[in-house]
């Protein structure tokens, strides 16, 4: 089996918006709307600090459809236009959309909208176009912080691949099980992780 998947270090994200932008440019994402959002987490007190700067921290976290190995969306579609391919990956069939919007109710995320020009749902499809080729998802190839990695879950994080070819195993600093993190799971299980080290980690809350 496969599952492309996403890694983010959060120790290395700066915030620079370059995954969020380059995605919008090359997919044709409407404005207004997000195949890969940016949110600022924070900043939270310090455990132990007085809450009051520099005892602060905060960090930007990257949100995006998580590709989750029994995703929700999928379920509730009527049509079956959402669908989870043979790589893992959840797309749309906009032939058979019909714009009905359970999926994006369904979604625990909020990552999905309706086109309203098309009348079909829309998402992140981790650049199915680019990875069918062997390419890396827009979002990875642009970031300039070498915080975002692309690869086959079922094979280990480790191995995923950086924009400059380096693995995640050889290029980042030490990392353990303990410091990855997913999002909130309701049984649907996201594939997408987040390595954080230092700081506390908050989800999207």
Same mark, same amino acid.
Request: charged share 20%.
């Given at each position: ?34 195949? &890969? ?19 602060? @921290? ?21 049509? @079956? ?19 009905? #919007? ?26 199915? #176009?680019?990875?069918? #080729?062997?390419?890396?998802? #827009? ?14 879950? @079922? ?17 980042? &600093? ?10 909130? &799971? ?20």
């Amino acid at each position: 089996m496969t599952q492309y998947s996403i890694v983010t270090d959060l120790d290395r994200c700066v915030g620079c918006l370059a995954c969020s932008v380059s995605c919008k440019v090359v997919n044709g994402v409407p404005t207004g709307n997000f195949w &890969n959002k940016t949110l600022r987490i924070g900043p939270h007190p310090k455990e132990g600090g007085s809450g009051q700067y520099p005892d602060v @921290e905060m960090y930007f976290l990257n949100v995006q459809c998580q590709h989750c190995e029994n995703p929700e969306c999928v379920s509730v579609c009527p049509t @079956e236009a959402s669908h989870k391919t043979a790589d893992g990956t959840v797309q749309i069939d906009k032939e058979r959309c019909i714009g009905c #919007q359970f999926c994006a109710m369904a979604c625990p995320y909020g990552v999905r909208y309706l086109n309203e020009e098309e009348r079909v749902v829309e998402k992140c499809t981790l650049c199915e #176009q680019k990875i069918s #080729q062997g390419e890396l998802p #827009q979002c990875v190839s642009q970031c300039c912080g070498m915080a975002r990695w692309f690869g086959d879950a @079922e094979q280990g994080i480790e191995g995923f691949k950086g924009p400059r070819g380096e693995t995640l195993g050889s290029f980042l &600093n030490p990392f353990d099980d303990s410091q990855v993190y997913r999002l909130v &799971n309701v049984g649907n299980g996201p594939s997408m992780a987040y390595i954080m080290r230092e700081m506390k980690w908050q989800g999207m809350a």
